[in-house]
Structures are given as structure tokens and as C-alpha cells.
């Protein structure tokens, strides 16, 4: 796939840009949003603009990319590539705009490299970029089509209800009445707001709820502290947003779904908002009648922090095979453990295929203890919430 003079240039430049690429990237959105504004205010996080963790999930992903390309240049990534797509999709992300992204990237590569960007360099990295570029558009271009749509819609709030003092379930309804596309389960939406300065910000939060109906739930986690605009949609979801308002959703995207697990065991482990897909997920196992063994492992500040707790054990209780493990830091009670998560006590079946949502450190750490169990890396699937810097890692 990666000419053969291109992979030789990018392999000996590699190191070079993997060195500077944290320059590169605070040069390249610098730029960017010097000669278009809009995209900062209507479409990228300004939260993970200000905090820098955008910067480090695109400087990974840049670098995973490229390196991959070198090792294996007749392949690509498609697990990677199919997670960035999916996020692509849900914010409405264009073909028109991959030319503007390789025209301030480049220019930035080039003010920082300096004379070490020769035209030999230059035309090997500008093939690995539209290789990643291309490869996105061609799928995000097939999830608009299965999706029917690449509008966000119009949903009127049906339903708000007070989860834990950190975290509201919304319900929503198409305003127009149109019929409800199914999705499936650990998928999320994107939900637009207008906030009190006129930028249109969006943010993904997992479907918890919905499934086969005309009526879709997501649920939010209030985002506190600090100085940066981190939060400033969640706070404004729980502070304005009441039964009547309208919201604007974009269809569902997402791939930490539950492909072929008929007959094979399962280990679902969330922390904190992570439950949300997981919530979903045992919905579908319930209703799908699966009767495999399956491990429930969730890990929160205590039970009253622990967001559909009562879903969470009600979906579980209706399996035919089900052993459901909860930690709590305080407040345990009886049934359930206090400390961080910890699976040494716990028994994993052969063949388990492990789905994993929560902050970065706790996923990493569960996928080093199944590992550890014997689960193999391929059988272990993530959701992260935000940019995915376990792709740089």
C-alpha cells in the first residue's frame, strides 16, 4: 500500500517527526484555526483543545499510522482507522476538509522541521497523509450511507432523570416524528448545543438506553474543575436542559458493539460513566436470550456515584449465566468489595472475549490483568470517552 521509496523515506524520518510531533500539532491547530475559526467553535472540543489532549491523540494517531505503514506497507490499520471514522461520522466531518487539515499539517511539518524537509520527504509524507485521509473518507462514507443520514436531527427531551448527584439520563424524541433507526448496542450519538457565546459545541455520549424503540436514552456525567472549557457541555446538559427542549442528535456510531458472541463467554468491566454502554450491551445480551457465562465487573467512587446501578444489576439478573462483581473506594456494601477493581479473584472463563469502558489507567489496567488470565489482545475491545490516547501509547 506504502511505495516502496516512501516507506524508506518515512522510516528514516520517522524518529524525527515522532520527536517533534507534539510541535508539529500545537503548530498545525494554531494554524488552523487562525485561517478557519468555525471549526474551532462549531466543530472540535474546545475542552480537549485547551487541556492538549486532542493535540497527543492526533500526534498518536499520526505516528501509529506511519509506523504501522512501515512495518507492514502492503495493510493499514483498520481497527485504528475504523475508530477515528466512526468519530468522524458522528461530529458530520466532510470530505472538503481533509484538504484544508493536509494544507496547514504540512505547512506546519515544514516550519518546524525546517531544511530537513526535503521534496523526497515532503512526497512521503504526503502519501502516508492521504492514505489515512482517503482510507477515512471511503469509511466514513459507507457509515453515512448505512447510517441514512449525515444531518444532525431535531429530538425533543421526553425524559430527564436524576441518576446520581453527577450524572442526568435524557430521553429524547424526534421532533418530526420520523421513525427511529435501530442501533446497536455500546454505540454513542453526538449531541449538538448552542451555548451562551454562540459557538456549537458537540459531544458524544453512549446510547444507555432505547433499544428497539421510538424513544432513544443517553446519559451524562456533569464535568467539574479546573480552568479550561473541559465540561462546559455537560454543565450545560444538567444546568439548562429540561423535559421540552430540543436537542440535535446525530445518528449512532460507534464499534465496541457485540459481534459474534453467541455462545461465548463475555466480561464487560466499566468504571464510573463507562457503565453506560455496558448498561446497553447487558440489555441486548438479556433480550437475545444469551446464555454463555458472563462476567459484570464495575468499579466507582460508591454505590451512590454508581450511575444505573439498578439497570445495571436488573439486566444482569436476566441472564441464564451471569456473576456480577462491584467495587466501590467507600460505602461498600454487603455483596460487594471495596478497593479499585481487581481481578485476581475472579474467575475468566476460556474464550472470553472482554469490553472494557472507563478512564485510560483502569482500562489499561483490566486489559494487563486479563491478559494476565490468559484472554488474548484480540479478544480485549475499548471505548474510550474523548480523544483515544491509548493509541499513542
Same mark, same amino acid.
Given at each position: 500500500?506504502?511505495?516502496?521509496?516512501?516507506?524508506?523515506?518515512?522510516?528514516?524520518?520517522?524518529?524525527?517527526?515522532?520527536?517533534?510531533?507534539?510541535?508539529?500539532?500545537?503548530? %498545525?491547530?494554531?494554524?488552523? %484555526?487562525?485561517?478557519?475559526?468555525?471549526?474551532?467553535?462549531?466543530?472540535?472540543?474546545?475542552?480537549?483543545?485547551?487541556?492538549?489532549?486532542?493535540?497527543? +491523540?492526533?500526534?498518536?494517531?499520526?505516528?501509529?499510522?506511519?509506523?504501522?505503514?512501515?512495518?507492514?506497507?502492503?495493510?493499514?490499520?483498520?481497527?485504528?482507522?475504523?475508530?477515528?471514522?466512526?468519530?468522524?461520522?458522528?461530529? /458530520? =466531518?466532510?470530505?472538503?476538509?481533509?484538504?484544508?487539515?493536509?494544507?496547514?499539517?504540512?505547512? +506546519? @511539518?515544514? *516550519? @518546524?522541521?525546517?531544511?530537513?524537509?526535503?521534496?523526497?520527504?515532503?512526497?512521503?509524507?504526503?502519501?502516508?497523509?492521504?492514505? &489515512?485521509?482517503?482510507?477515512? #473518507?471511503? @469509511?466514513?462514507?459507507?457509515?453515512? *450511507?448505512?447510517?441514512?443520514?449525515?444531518? %444532525?436531527?431535531?429530538?425533543?427531551?421526553?425524559?430527564?432523570?436524576?441518576?446520581?448527584?453527577?450524572?442526568?439520563?435524557?430521553?429524547?424524541?424526534?421532533? $418530526?416524528?420520523?421513525?427511529?433507526?435501530?442501533?446497536?448496542?455500546?454505540?454513542?450519538?453526538?449531541?449538538?448545543?448552542?451555548?451562551? $457565546?454562540?459557538?456549537?459545541?458537540?459531544?458524544?455520549?453512549?446510547?444507555?438506553? /432505547?433499544?428497539?424503540?421510538?424513544?432513544?436514552?443517553?446519559?451524562?456525567?456533569?464535568?467539574?474543575?479546573?480552568?479550561?472549557?473541559?465540561?462546559?457541555?455537560?454543565?450545560?446538559?444538567? !444546568?439548562?436542559?429540561?423535559?421540552?427542549?430540543?436537542?440535535?442528535?446525530?445518528?449512532?456510531?460507534?464499534?465496541?458493539?457485540?459481534?459474534? =458472541? !453467541?455462545?461465548?463467554?463475555?466480561?464487560?468491566?466499566?468504571?464510573?460513566?463507562?457503565?453506560?454502554?455496558?448498561?446497553? &450491551?447487558?440489555?441486548?445480551? +438479556?433480550?437475545?436470550?444469551?446464555? +454463555?457465562?458472563?462476567? =459484570? =465487573?464495575?468499579?466507582?467512587?460508591?454505590?451512590?456515584?454508581?450511575?444505573?446501578?439498578?439497570?445495571?444489576?436488573?439486566?444482569?439478573?436476566?441472564?441464564?449465566?451471569?456473576?456480577?462483581?462491584?467495587?466501590?473506594?467507600? $460505602? !461498600?456494601?454487603?455483596?460487594?468489595?471495596?478497593?479499585?477493581?481487581?481481578?485476581?479473584? @475472579?474467575?475468566?472463563?476460556?474464550?472470553?472475549?472482554?469490553?472494557?469502558?472507563?478512564?485510560?489507567?483502569? &482500562?489499561?489496567?483490566?486489559?494487563?490483568?486479563?491478559?494476565?488470565?490468559?484472554? !488474548?489482545?484480540?479478544? #480485549?475491545?475499548?471505548?474510550?470517552?474523548?480523544?483515544?490516547?491509548? #493509541?499513542?501509547?
Amino acid at each position: 500500500m506504502l511505495s516502496e521509496q516512501s516507506a524508506a523515506t518515512v522510516r528514516a524520518t520517522l524518529p524525527a517527526v515522532g520527536a517533534a510531533i507534539e510541535q508539529i500539532t500545537e503548530n %498545525f491547530y494554531s494554524r488552523l %484555526f487562525t485561517a478557519h475559526p468555525e471549526l474551532l467553535r462549531d466543530l472540535f472540543n474546545r475542552g480537549n483543545q485547551a487541556s492538549g489532549a486532542q493535540k497527543s +491523540a492526533l500526534a498518536g494517531s499520526i505516528a501509529a499510522f506511519a509506523g504501522y505503514l512501515v512495518e507492514h506497507p502492503d495493510e493499514r490499520p483498520d481497527v485504528m482507522l475504523s475508530r477515528i471514522a466512526h468519530k468522524h461520522a458522528s461530529l /458530520g =466531518v466532510v470530505p472538503e476538509q481533509y484538504p484544508i487539515v493536509h494544507e496547514h499539517l504540512f505547512a +506546519a @511539518i515544514a *516550519e @518546524i522541521l525546517g531544511e530537513a524537509v526535503t521534496p523526497e520527504v515532503a512526497a512521503a509524507w504526503t502519501e502516508v497523509y492521504w492514505l &489515512m485521509a482517503n482510507a477515512l #473518507i471511503a @469509511i466514513e462514507k459507507r457509515l453515512y *450511507e448505512e447510517s441514512g443520514s449525515q444531518e %444532525f436531527r431535531d429530538w425533543e427531551v421526553v425524559g430527564r432523570d436524576e441518576e446520581t448527584a453527577d450524572v442526568v439520563s435524557f430521553r429524547v424524541r424526534p421532533v $418530526d416524528g420520523s421513525p427511529v433507526r435501530g442501533f446497536r448496542a455500546g454505540q454513542y450519538v453526538s449531541v449538538g448545543v448552542r451555548l451562551a $457565546d454562540g459557538a456549537r459545541q458537540i459531544r458524544q455520549y453512549s446510547l444507555s438506553g /432505547g433499544l428497539g424503540e421510538d424513544v432513544r436514552q443517553f446519559s451524562v456525567k456533569r464535568v467539574q474543575g479546573g480552568t479550561t472549557p473541559d465540561g462546559e457541555v455537560s454543565n450545560h446538559l444538567h !444546568a439548562n436542559v429540561r423535559v421540552g427542549d430540543v436537542l440535535q442528535l446525530s445518528e449512532p456510531y460507534g464499534d465496541l458493539v457485540l459481534d459474534d =458472541v !453467541a455462545g461465548r463467554p463475555l466480561l464487560l468491566a466499566s468504571a464510573g460513566i463507562g457503565v453506560t454502554p455496558m448498561v446497553a &450491551m447487558l440489555a441486548s445480551l +438479556a433480550a437475545d436470550g444469551h446464555d +454463555a457465562p458472563v462476567t =459484570v =465487573v464495575h468499579g466507582d467512587r460508591s454505590p451512590a456515584d454508581h450511575a444505573l446501578r439498578t439497570d445495571h444489576q436488573a439486566y444482569a439478573a436476566k441472564l441464564t449465566d451471569a456473576a456480577v462483581h462491584f467495587f466501590y473506594e467507600r $460505602d !461498600a456494601e454487603p455483596g460487594s468489595r471495596t478497593g479499585l477493581v481487581d481481578l485476581s479473584g @475472579i474467575d475468566v472463563a476460556p474464550g472470553t472475549r472482554a469490553y472494557l469502558c472507563g478512564p485510560l489507567p483502569f &482500562m489499561r489496567a483490566v486489559r494487563g490483568q486479563l491478559i494476565e488470565k490468559g484472554v !488474548a489482545p484480540a479478544d #480485549i475491545h475499548y471505548e474510550v470517552f474523548g480523544p483515544d490516547l491509548w #493509541i499513542a501509547g
